[in-house]
């Protein structure tokens, strides 16, 4: 009998998990910037974001929540593609007496707290073709091929947006490393 009882109670936990208590599988992030127009051409002509509208929160409620020490938000609203649950980046530039300030960080490990977004891409070529017409280069030494016991068909190209974030570009290899791997 305590056999039956701890099992159905095993399975009652089971049943509410954290994982049936997620009414999306994505999730939206959202960024503050210093300069909304440099941004928003950065995510959306050099890596391929497309606006979908956006949204203010104006009034008490920011503060309230603990967003904002009461200044409003203008959010624009940027999207991978077109589906219900395409991934949702949410650039905002706050225009408060406490200006947003860039920090400057050389590598992911030197500060804690998210330090880069990951995108995949069909085409990396094309991502490092629109950053450089747009003034934006490679970061360190990349794009780089996967390391050894990583497929050897991808390659990660690093770039930094006009606040300093890493953005992390995943795809094939450029043209340029496939001509490489070749040799």
């Known amino acids: 009998m305590k056999k ?4 159905s109670i095993a399975l009652l936990l089971c049943k509410f998990s954290f994982g049936d208590n997620f009414s999306s599988q994505t999730i939206d992030l959202g960024v503050v910037v210093t300069d909304i127009n440099k941004s928003l051409e950065f995510y959306k002509k050099v890596v391929g974001f497309t606006e979908k509208g956006g949204f203010e929160v104006k009034g008490d409620f920011p503060e309230k929540v603990g967003l904002t020490d009461g200044t ?57 073709n629109n950053a450089k017409k747009r003034g934006y280069k490679p970061y ?26 890493f953005v992390e570009i995943v795809g094939p290899n450029t043209q340029k490393l496939k001509s490489i791997k070749k040799i």
């Not at 991978?80 to 400057?104: C, F, P």
């Not at 390659?155 to 947006?161: E, G, P």
């Open 4 to 7: 039956i009882f701890l099992s």
């Open 72 to 128: 409003s938000l203008k959010i624009h609203v940027l999207t991978l593609g077109d589906e219900e649950k395409a991934t949702k980046l949410k650039i905002m530039q706050v225009d408060s007496s406490k200006s947003a300030r860039k920090i400057k960080q050389p590598h992911i490990h030197t500060i804690a707290g998210f330090s880069y977004l990951t995108i995949f891409v069909n085409d990396v070529d094309l991502v490092i």
């Open 140 to 165: 360190a030494k990349s794009p780089q091929t996967l390391p050894e016991g990583l497929p050897q068909d991808v390659c990660l190209l690093m770039l930094k947006d006009p606040d300093g974030n």
